[in-house]
Nanobody, 122 residues
Framework: QVQLVESGGGLVQAGGSLRLSCAAS????????MGWYRQAPGKQRELVGR???????NYAESVKGRFTISRDNAKKTVDLQMNSLNPEDTAVYYC????????????????WGQGTQVTVSS
């Protein structure tokens, strides 16, 4: 099994910064794309940013220039540095990781973290 543990959410004033971190553990043979998604109340879950195993990144238009995603392959972590936060960034943020699990039960799958709340006050 694969576990994802997120940390770093909280309450911040508009214009402030937060850093989210997600650590993967368990029966992992390799990790492919890692990403962060968010879901605001009454809205669908949306991609915030993702990073491939080779380090290529892409972001939602609404966060470009403000958020930066990074990963540490040795530690199996993915971080999201969020700057210049505004109230529209308020949401539950979820880590998502594409994994190939280790033998004997080798399979490819996407796993989700439990979510961490980010609240930006005006």
């Amino acid at each position: 099994q694969v576990q994802l543990v997120e940390s770093g959410g909280g309450l911040v004033q508009a214009g402030g910064s937060l850093r989210l971190s997600c650590a993967a553990s368990g029966s992992i043979f390799s990790i492919n794309t890692m990403g962060w998604y968010r879901q605001a109340p009454g809205k669908q879950r949306e991609l915030v940013g993702r990073i491939t195993s080779g380090g290529d990144t892409n972001y939602a238009e609404s966060v470009k220039g403000r958020f930066t995603i990074s990963r540490d392959n040795a530690k199996k972590t993915v971080d999201l540095q969020m700057n210049s936060l505004n109230p529209e960034d308020t949401a539950v943020y979820y880590c998502n990781v594409g994994v190939v699990t280790s033998p004997p039960n080798v399979r490819a799958g996407n796993f989700w973290g439990q979510g961490t709340q980010v609240t930006v006050s005006s």
